[in-house]
């Protein structure tokens, strides 16, 4: 995952905190003893302070003061104040607080200030440290040449790295190893100092601590955190609130940072990065050149890389106005809100006279509903139509996957309607052919790619005669052979004997089993369909699983996969969970490699085996496995970052080869447990694979190792690679692209670099080239074409298409929370409230479905009043209380909605809310609440607070503080059940309701559908029966 800086003044918050607190190492112990922490003396200046509620040091010492907002290099860029007094220092402060600075070519307004003491000191005791983590462990840099002109740091830096693995080596190392320049009369108290540093450095999980210089004063810092380092929480009771800046960089902070945290991002940017971070979907957005002429909206994070790459290898760079990326199947009413943003940036300000260009694109997808999210950004070009116009606006449209067809034609339609120029392209045009279009350089075509001729791919069609023996038939296909069907029944005997045990390169083939671990059933289905396309039978002949999928979280797949590296038949495991913390994934892989276990992620969609197995998602939905020819192996291997550009490397190598053999997609961060170079050299020794693919990108140095295994003779089959993210070098200001790991810290780790050693010109170009010489030398023989099976559509995924219809069990005709808000018989919520109806009044809507008279709803609420109780005698009534007493109570979720969520909040919640915080005294109950709502609501955007748990807070907040009860008796109130009490007063009116409607539609009672009912009894055979003997 993605790292954050913070800001150097939360940095020195942090380290003052944890420094002294720092536990020894196993292998090293302390000479100064855990201190408590010293108090603070450092100032953040953001808003007007008055001098009476400074610190007194303030007045008293001299002052160094400087912008606190992540910005390298500030003494040579003229903003650093030394030595100053408090008017001194205010004076500096003013004279540039509020206005547009250009610093190393990027414009920002200075409005955050960190004030300290001015300490001087002789030049010869300043030092340099860092820490930084990279894939083998934490490399510690140490120079006794510290200061502003430090150099070159890695010519001149001694290193230590400290294994994943390991323990900080011991104080002899450490001296020997780092400190050797140093006066030995320093030297134990920086060991000392570096000790507890990476301490806190691991503690915190931080991906990168610079210190320069550091002294035997307090230096200035420039840290990064994971963002998951929330969690796990560093220690009980020890938790720190700090404000993170915005800008993601994964790790490594050098010299040539840019400066997106200092550029001004605007409400829109902020906007978008608040819906991103209350949502499980994906959304980002830069503003690179809001005068530019060329925008984008693209879904998917290696995609959003390759349509920038695309345009700035035309010449367009200049002209490209933002970079961002959707993903993670955001709903409607999410891609509406980023399209809404987008669309209101690009038509601001006058007109361009040459247009504007919007690219609207991205890979085939593997379980996002195109037409839902293409319904989303359609309702946003409804709302910006003037502007769109004004702005003279073309539009061009590329997607693939679910229901695409669906959306590109809706697309098509809202053109015509809207009078804009709209063109829509599918999975038949290259991902990136729509960039030349777009700007101009060529004309538009029907297609991107074609389908190799017959006999060029591979496969002949089914319907043609081919010889079913000859060898040329069969090669293809020999790992798709079943074994025959054995007498013994899977569920109550297992197999005798240990299974044939697979060759290291081919974890997965026909008789791969997998567990999946996480309720996932959509993906367990399409796992199950893509076993029946392939022929695959037997699935209950082989009880014995070597494969892992886990779905678990990111809090809790740490643990799952160590109990999973525990159990010695699993040889491979499937991280899917995003937001891993880089800790723990370095964690996770170096114990896999000890155990030679396969990772494949975090932060992936998976790998397929076509014919074989399918991990999840991976290939999207049937029609797209049927599409690109994933139901039988082809002859070409890839391996790739990106979920959804391996999805676009299957349907390329569909087009243009006979198929894809193998795929897998590492996953897009920093530290995914298997690389490059791991799967490539599985494929070189499998002698079904013929031809490999390599899908790279900017960040990290992976694709070198494959480039010097093909140098040394390691890989010796034809390799066709692409590196992504050539756009990179044209930003001026720092940007995360959609993978975590998508950032260069050095000239190699570029695409430019990459694509110097590896990239050819034209990707399918290439791939049909190089296939085409294997087919003629005889590598790849052609082999006959079968047809896929016909798989049933899902009945949910047809209602979404609207293909089928099922008749309603339960018919209401009184109330209706599927909208905006709540309606009572037609009249919303909201309107109840303002209105002042009452509850007579909402009798009236909910049992007679129109508003009655004032005075009929008074007589209603009379009635209530008077026929509250009869005393317990009433017959039936002493009955009824025994039974609700003897009872179990039900738990009603506070939090959680259908389809509720932080950007369509529910009306119902905002009332409650609302007059909660107007009248009640006090509301702690109700804003601890909302705090939770933040962290849940971050996991997914439907987690939030409902009105049920709105409800139940608040009357917490009106026992507790209304001044009416005791602490004592507010406690005693909720324990005996008064909250319940109200629910099902509240409720009862509805029940009754809904039992008038029923009988006044004269609707039967309701039965469950047959259909809804699945009954699995197994071969009922006495050999399918467990039989227990007596001992």
């Known amino acids: 995952m993605s790292a954050k800086a913070i800001r150097e003044y939360d940095a020195k918050l942090l380290v003052a905190h944890f420094l002294g607190r720092a536990p020894s190492s196993a292998r090293l112990a302390l000479l100064v003893p855990s201190s ?89 005791t300043e030092y340099y440290v ?45 001296k020997a190893g780092l400190l050797a320049a140093v006066p030995s009369h320093r030297q134990d108290a920086l060991v000392d100092f570096l000790a507890r540093l990476y301490s806190t450095y691991v503690d915190l999980h931080y991906t990168y601590l610079e210190i320069n210089p550091s002294s035997a004063w307090r230096p200035p810092m420039g840290p990064r955190r994971s963002p998951s380092s929330t969690w796990p929480p ?19 902070l050098r010299s040539d940072q840019r400066l997106q945290t200092f550029a001004d ?55 490209l106005a933002n970079y961002g990326e959707y993903s993670g199947a955001p709903t409607k009413g999410q891609t509406f809100e980023y399209a809404k943003t987008i669309l209101d940036l690009m038509t601001r300000g006058e007109p361009h ?86 700007l101009g350089i060529s004309k538009p075509m029907s297609n991107g790619i074609h389908s190799a001729p017959n006999g060029v791919n591979g496969h002949s069609k089914a319907s043609e005669p081919t010889s079913a023996t000859s060898p040329a038939a069969t090669e293809s296909f020999a790992a798709t052979v079943v074994p025959e069907s054995r007498e013994e029944h899977g569920v109550v005997s297992f197999a005798q004997g240990a299974p ?49 999928v886990n779905f678990s979280s990111s809090r809790s797949v740490y643990q799952s996969t160590l109990d999973a590296l525990e159990i010695p038949q699993i040889k491979s495991i499937a991280l899917i969970a995003e937001g891993v913390p880089e800790r723990h994934a370095r964690e996770i892989l170096h114990l896999a490699q000890k155990k030679k276990v396969i990772i494949i992620g975090p932060a992936t969609v998976g790998g397929i085996k076509p014919g074989c197995f399918r991990i999840g998602n991976t290939g999207g939905m ?121 950032m260069a810290n050095s000239d190699l780790e570029t695409a430019d670099a990459k694509t110097r050693r590896c990239a050819p010109p034209d990707l399918p170009a290439a791939l049909k080239k190089v296939y085409t010489g294997l087919v003629k030398d005889g590598t790849i023989k052609p082999s006959a074409e079968r047809d896929p099976p016909n798989i049933p559509v899902d009945y949910k995924w047809a209602q979404e298409l609207g293909m089928v219809r099922k008749p309603a069990a339960f018919i209401s005709t009184i109330s209706d929370e599927r909208g905006a808000e709540l309606l009572y018989a037609g009249m919303p919520i909201t309107d109840v409230f303002k209105e002042e109806i009452g509850v007579g009044g909402v009798i009236s809507l909910l049992w007679f479905k129109r508003r009655l008279p004032p005075y009929a709803c008074k007589f ?80 997914k955007d439907t987690l939030i607070l409902n009105v049920d748990g709105c409800i139940a807070v608040c009357f917490c907040d009106l026992l507790r503080n209304s001044g009416a009860f005791s602490r004592e008796e507010a406690d005693e109130y909720m324990q005996i059940g008064t909250l319940n009490a109200l629910f099902v007063l509240g409720r009862s009116i509805g029940f009754i309701g809904h039992h008038i409607d029923q009988k006044r539609l004269k609707q039967g009672l309701y039965r469950a559908e047959q259909s809804d009912i699945f009954i699995e009894m197994g071969n009922t055979g006495i050999s399918d029966r467990v039989v227990v003997r007596p001992s």
């Not at 408590?36 to 007045?59: A, E, M, N």
């Not at 290099?73 to 402060?93: D, S």
């Not at 510290?146 to 450490?174: F, M, Y």
């Not at 317990?872 to 909605?897: F, Q």
């Open 36 to 124: 408590r922490r010293q108090k603070s003396r450092w100032l953040r200046i953001k808003d007007h302070h008055t001098d009476s509620s400074l610190p007194s040091w303030v007045f008293s010492e001299k002052l160094v003061v400087k912008p606190d907002q992540l910005i390298k290099r500030r003494g040579k860029a003229g903003l650093l104040g030394l030595n100053k007094t408090w008017p001194e220092a205010k004076a500096w402060i003013q004279e540039r607080a509020g206005k547009p600075v250009n610093v190393e070519g990027v414009m920002g307004t200075l409005n955050t200030f960190i004030v300290e003491p001015f300490a001087p000191h002789p030049s010869d």
């Open 130 to 174: 860092c820490i930084n983590s990279v894939r083998e462990g934490d490399m510690i840099l140490f120079t006794h040449e510290g200061g502003v002109d430090i150099g070159d740091v890695d010519a001149k830096a001694a290193k230590i790295t400290v294994p994943v693995d390991g323990d900080l080596p011991d104080r002899a190392q450490l």
């Open 234 to 252: 560093t220690r009980p009771n020890s938790r720190l609130s700090l404000r993170r800046q915005v800008g993601h960089r994964p790790g490594n």
């Open 265 to 319: 991002r605007g409400p829109p940017m902020a906007y978008i990065q608040k819906l991103d971070a209350s949502t499980g979907a994906s959304l980002k957005l830069t503003v690179l050149n809001a005068q530019g002429r060329v925008w984008t909206m693209v879904a998917g994070g290696g995609a959003s890389v390759v349509y920038s790459d695309a345009i700035a290898a035309h010449g367009f760079a200049h002209e």
């Open 353 to 438: 006279p040459e247009g504007k260009v919007l690219i609207i694109g991205g890979g085939i997808a593997n379980f996002t509903n195109v037409a839902a999210t293409f319904g989303g950004i359609i309702d946003a070009l409804k709302t910006y139509k003037e502007g769109l116009q004004r702005h003279k606006v073309k539009i061009f449209v590329r997607r693939g996957g679910p229901n695409y067809q669906e959306g590109l034609k809706k697309m098509r339609l809202i053109g015509e309607t809207l009078g804009i120029e709209i063109q829509v392209f599918g999975p038949d045009t290259h991902i990136s052919s729509i960039v030349p279009m777009a």
């Open 500 to 548: 044939a045990e697979r060759p290291w390169f081919r974890p997965f083939d026909e008789t791969t089993r997998g567990l999946v671990y996480g309720l996932q059933p959509r993906a367990i289905q399409g796992m199950l369909d893509f076993d029946f396309a392939c022929g695959a039978r037997g699935g209950q002949k082989h009880p014995e699983a070597d494969t892992l």
């Open 622 to 742: 049937m029609d797209n496995i049927i599409a690109s020819k994933l139901y039988r192996p082809g002859s070409v291997a890839y391996v790739s970052k990106s979920g959804g550009m391996s999805n676009e490397l299957n349907n390329i190598l569909s087009l243009t080869t006979n198929g894809t053999y193998e795929g897998i997609a590492i996953g897009g961060d920093r530290y995914p447990g298997t690389t490059f170079i791991d799967h490539m050299l599985r494929y070189e020794a499998d002698p079904n694979c013929k031809m490999l693919v390599l899908l790279g990108e900017v960040g990290g140095v992976e694709e070198y190792r494959v480039i010097e295994a093909v140098k040394s003779g390691q890989i010796k089959k034809p390799i066709v690679a692409w590196a992504i993210g050539t756009c990179a070098k044209m930003f001026t200001t720092e940007v995360q692209f959609g993978h975590a790991g998508s």
């Open 860 to 939: 209603l609420e009379m009635c209530l009043q008077l026929t509250a109780d009869h005393g317990p005698a009433v017959s039936g009534a002493m009955t009824t209380v025994i039974t609700t007493r003897a009872g179990k109570d039900l738990l009603i979720p506070g939090i959680g909605h259908k389809i509720k969520s932080k950007a369509n909040p529910d009306m119902r919640v905002e009332l409650v809310k609302d007059f909660a915080k107007k009248n009640f005294p006090s509301v702690e109950m109700l804003d601890y609440a909302l705090a939770v709502e933040d962290v849940t609501s971050s996991k």
